[in-house]
């Protein structure tokens, strides 16, 4: 099983609605929480960034943490084609903060159909 | 230029041959990494390092060498490629362990 789980999609919304992005995952131990953007053929990039449980908004992005469940969320609100990427959950605990060490998801790869 | 690059962006070899992955930062980075990025498996680390001369290795690092002699360079070498590299790699950088990660464009890498 691994540590962390993302469904791949592809995810397909029409532009306005509200996506919802999510990560499941097994290792108590993950206390940051991130989530990245990747277009096609680039590399990655951060969007959020959470620590512990809790929501973090960044104007149509909602970060959301449920440390209970293991399960964290990315919403996007009234989603643009721009939107159209991968997303990327990551994930690390307090023991990999000397090293930076990252456990990525699959990815989710959105489509917003203008 | 400013930032991360990756160079070649693109590779063609043959099963059996060394691969030189080339990655420079203008940050002056501590951190840099070394990732493959797969369907269905996301990203996973390669190797990383703390520092010039620090490495250490990742979650898939077999058949895999890096070095660090200066800050600015984290080669990756696949010894003797095989068809199972064939991937799409990615370097990053972080100022410091928990800050963030910052990525290069990848190397996609076909191994026949």
């Known amino acids: 099983q691994k540590e962390v789980e993302q469904d791949p999609g592809p995810l397909s919304v029409p532009e306005g609605a509200i996506v919802s992005l999510n990560c499941t995952y097994s290792?108590?131990?993950?206390?940051?929480f991130m989530w990245y953007r990747q277009y096609s053929r680039k590399g990655p990039e951060l969007l959020m960034y959470t620590y512990s449980s809790g929501n973090k908004e960044d104007g149509r992005f909602t970060a959301q943490v449920d440390k209970s469940s293991k399960y964290i969320s990315l919403f996007i609100r009234d989603s643009q084609p721009s939107d159209s990427a991968t997303y990327l959950c990551a994930m690390r605990g307090l023991g990999s903060s000397n090293t930076g060490k990252l456990i990525f998801g699959q990815g989710t790869t959105l489509q917003v159909k203008p | 230029d400013a930032g991360i690059t990756q160079s070649p962006r693109y590779k063609i070899t043959e099963t059996g041959r060394q691969v030189t992955l080339m990655c420079h930062q203008t940050w002056s980075h501590s951190y840099m990494f070394w990732y493959r990025q797969d369907l269905g498996h996301g990203l996973r680390l390669i190797y990383y390092s703390a520092a010039a001369d620090i490495t250490d290795k990742g979650e898939v690092s077999d058949g895999y060498v890096v070095s660090r002699s200066k800050t600015e360079n984290f080669p990756l070498t696949l010894e003797s490629a095989t068809r199972s590299q064939t991937s799409v790699y990615f370097c990053a950088s972080s100022d410091r362990a928990q800050e963030t990660q910052y990525f290069g464009p990848g190397t996609r890498l076909l191994v026949l």
């Open positions: 290792n108590s131990a993950f206390q940051y």
